[in-house]
């Protein structure tokens, strides 16, 4: 448990030495922040927060690997599959944020770089939606084509949105 909260520390760290981009909660986006924060309403707080947690960590693990840390590093730092698996009922949203941050460590690794903004929106979308039981792309090597079409979107708004209509969110 330690190593994860270690990780996590270190992943937020690096996080936020980089620039992130976000989107406007300006007047023109409230409607769309509404539907959002009414389709939250009815998860836990902390189940939320992971999600957005594991998104700065797909941030954090694509700067890492653009810096060339290697992927085993990372995965050392991590609990085993094993471990994580073995965690009590009441550690749901560890063992959840745990065996994503493998997750996330093999897709940046095992396939062609996307666009941070891109795989982190996708990753936290994901997530969101496995916690309310909704359908996820089953494949990511079918999900990582699509995501590879959202990097010619011209804004990263537009971007962020095709990453989470990947992740199965409907415009």
Do not use: W
Not at 39 to 50: N, R
Not at 52 to 79: D, Q, T
Request: net charge positive; glycine share 4%; with cysteine.
């Amino acid at each position: 448990m330690k190593y994860l909260i270690l990780l996590l520390a270190i992943f937020a760290l690096i996080s936020c030495s980089t620039n992130g981009n976000k989107v406007s909660s300006g007047a023109k986006n409230e409607k769309q922040i509404d539907k959002a924060d009414s389709l939250l309403s009815d998860l836990a707080p902390e189940k939320v927060k992971a999600c957005l947690s594991l998104a700065s960590m797909a941030r954090s693990a694509i700067f890492n690997r653009k810096k060339g840390v290697s992927k085993e590093s990372l995965l050392a730092a991590l609990p085993t599959k094993e471990q994580i698996n073995s965690y009590p009922k009441d550690m749901d949203v560890q063992k959840m944020m745990g065996l994503t941050m493998h997750e996330i460590v093999n897709e940046v690794y095992n396939y062609q770089p996307l666009k941070s903004e891109i795989y982190s929106s996708y990753t936290a979308e994901v997530c969101l939606r496995k916690l309310k039981n909704m359908a996820v792309p089953e494949n990511f090597t079918e999900a990582h084509k699509e995501l590879q079409e959202c990097e010619a979107e011209e804004t990263g708004k537009k971007r962020i949105l095709c990453a989470m209509a990947v992740a199965g969110s409907k415009p």
